[in-house]
């Protein structure tokens, strides 16, 4: 793929993006509601900017007045006997506001929530203040986070008028959707129950993903104690440290690495004294090998050059293998001259490591598995699911090249601009089709280690969200895929490979629980 270079009218709407979203629908095509059941569709996102206007999925400038538009009056479509009424609201007080004065009015049957944007957490306005039927949903790559934290909670907690179902194709959240049609002569738990059949239904069972060869990849690890004892006295530095102390101690008593802070301004000065000569190369060399580079310059670049070499000076005066940033932080503050994304991909090339959002969990678990595995790399994302498909799609706008080490093959990549806020430069990189994929993460508080497995079967490369969308077929019960959120964060990290039976055994050795998310 050739090179695209700057281009202008860049705030216009991808022709990606418009495929995913609903298509318009024809007002001669929706009935008269006059004897509808009503039910409230609330979307939840930063009122009252209909177009976005601060980083967070999907990304700044995104308009969310198609989307709501075109999703009510599919859902006034397609299902004749309900009404769908649409309210925007951006957090929980705004959404207990509006139940309690349904509850008082006595017209409003059900609610349907999509999450728009992350963490606005107006779903709990309705959960805690009304017994009628309940459906949860998100808009992929948008709402993704605020839907996988607040959801699993509910899950755990179940009530017999809730269900909830997320879907890259809208018309099979509307399937779902139809269960509404009950509340007519039935209850809110007769909802549930017909909600739930309809989800399960769509669930595809779990065999082998259709025409994609399924690459036989049994990773060959090195024991336990081996990996422990590559582990032991490793460190890992922590640009500006947000995390609780104590998960340092068990850190460093269960795997022997040790966590050390240090300031923005180190990274920082130590960029901007790199040698410039080396920068300018080190920029050439991204952007020689890079398949595609949009929307940003090559003083972006090379800006981003330079926070590498001031991020690989602070790893060796520390005696650090890894590095893990408060990016967003940094970057929105003014604290970091560039972003790291680019940095932290080279620094895995080298047998290095950098890690984004200053994530100790998420790096130590790169640690780990990276030495059991004889020096796989990890890919830390934030997950989004569709369920209508059994799949998960891995996303974040950083990425290993070299998924296999830094003595495997180097995969392609693009440079764009990070996503949320688009500024900067990220990179988008592509895994190979096949491969299967065992995904982790540490939870030191409680001890324990959540595993599912898959097979890649695509890179996304949808304009919303982050850059690097690595899409898997889930192995295992699918069904279970919406619970673990609450307990081990959004964050995950994904190995190119099987090797789910040397994670139980490293498990078993370090006295922690295997969570099986799937």
Known sequence: MAKLGIIAGMGAISPDLLAMLPPPVSPDLIPDKKDAIKVRLIFAYHTPHDIQSQPDWPNVGYDFRPVMKNMTDTLNWQIPGVEFIPTPSNGRDHTKGIVLADEKAGEIKGYMV?????????????????????????????????????????????????????????????????????????????????????????????????????????????????ALAKLKGLKILSVENVQRPEYAAEIERTLGIVIERVPFEEVNNNARAADEAEARAVAKSWMDKASRIEYVTDETILGCARIYLGMKKTLADHGAKAITVNCLGGCYTGKLDAYPCLGFMQLQDEGLMGVCEN???????????????????????????????????????????????????????????????????????????????????????????????????????????????????????????????????????????????????????IGYEVVYES
């Open 114 to 226: 999509v999450q728009l944007n992350c963490w606005n957490n107006c779903i709990s306005g309705v959960w805690e203040n009304t017994r009628k039927a309940m459906f949860y949903t998100t808009l992929p790559y948008a709402g993704d986070g605020g839907w996988l934290r607040h959801n699993s909670f509910i899950m755990t907690h179940l009530k017999p008028h809730y269900a909830s179902f997320a879907a890259f194709d809208f018309s099979q959240v509307v399937k779902v959707a139809k269960a509404f049609e009950v509340l007519k002569d039935g209850t809110a738990e007769d909802f549930q129950k017909k909600a739930f059949e309809y989800r399960n239904a769509l669930i595809p069972a779990d065999t082998p993903p259709k025409g994609i060869k399924v690459i036989d990849d049994k990773v060959k690890c090195v024991t336990p104690d081996e």
């Open 359 to 509: 994530d100790i969990n998420s790096t130590t678990t790169m640690l780990a598995f990276s030495a059991l595995t004889g020096g796989r790399v990890g890919y830390v994302s934030d997950p989004v699911l569709d369920m209508a498909n059994r799949v998960i799609s891995y996303a974040h706008c950083v990425s290993t090249r070299r998924f296999f080490g830094k003595d495997g093959p180097e995969s392609d990549f693009e440079i764009l601009t990070h996503s949320e806020d688009r500024k900067g430069a990220s990179v988008r990189s592509f895994a190979p089709i096949g491969e299967p994929v065992t995904t982790v993460k540490f939870n030191f508080k409680r001890k324990q280690i959540v595993l599912h497995t898959g097979v890649v079967i695509a890179n996304d490369r949808d304009d919303r969200a982050c850059r690097t969308k690595i899409v898997a077929r889930v192995t295992g019960d699918y069904s279970k895929m919406e619970l673990p959120w609450i307990k081990f964060g959004w964050h995950r990290v994904t190995f190119m490979g099987d090797f789910r039976s040397d994670v139980e055994a490293f498990a078993k050795r």
